[in-house]
């Protein structure tokens, strides 16, 4: 279990990030939609905007794994999950949300949840939150918030 323990965290912030390098190489393979996408909000500078994504989403997920500036790491990449889920995810401008058959709102509205279900998660990170042993949290798996959590930490 003690190896467990100390894996534990690294996975956690592996499996936080491990879209976004692959997200960056998906926009380099396909230039030109990913393109169409950075031009589509009001902002200018597609390109630029483009390269600034895709250091953004190769540099954070790196400086979160190695634990090194990553808390302003993940401070950008929830900025950018959250910027990116508004930008470009504008669900409410797509027609048949609730159709059930399924419409443009649709993929729209779970990227835009995903980005921020992925900006909580970085903001963890961002405020150094302390991981428990996963024994602990093994020996009560019904404990409700930290702190009996942390009592028992100590004694494990």
């Known amino acids: 279990m003690k190896l467990l323990d100390r894996l534990t965290p690294h996975l956690a912030?592996?499996?936080?990030?491990?879209?976004?390098?692959?997200?960056?190489?998906?926009?380099?393979?396909?230039?030109?939609?990913?393109?169409?996408?950075?031009?589509?909000s009001f902002l200018p500078g597609g390109a630029v905007l483009l390269v600034v994504a895709m250091l953004v989403e190769l540099l954070c997920p790196l400086a979160i794994l190695l634990q090194r500036f990553d808390r302003i790491a993940a401070?950008?990449?929830?900025?950018?999950?959250?910027?990116?889920?508004?930008?470009?995810?504008?669900?409410?401008?797509?027609?048949?949300?609730?159709?059930p058959a399924g419409g443009p709102a649709l993929p729209h509205f779970w990227?835009?949840?995903?980005?921020?279900?992925?900006?909580?998660?970085?903001?963890?990170?961002?405020?150094?939150?302390?991981?428990?042993?996963?024994s602990a949290v093994a020996a009560a798996p019904l404990a409700s918030g930290a702190a009996p959590l942390e009592a028992l930490a100590k004694e494990v």
Not at 75 to 99: E, M
Not at 112 to 132: I, W
């Open 13 to 40: 912030r592996f499996f936080l990030v491990v879209l976004f390098p692959f997200s960056a190489i998906d926009k380099m393979i396909h230039w030109d939609a990913a393109m169409q996408q950075a031009t589509s």
């Open 75 to 99: 401070f950008i990449l929830a900025g950018f999950c959250a910027v990116t889920a508004v930008l470009y995810h504008p669900f409410w401008n797509f027609p048949g949300l609730l159709d």
């Open 111 to 134: 990227d835009f949840l995903k980005n921020f279900g992925l900006a909580g998660g970085l903001m963890y990170v961002m405020l150094g939150a302390r991981v428990l042993p996963l």
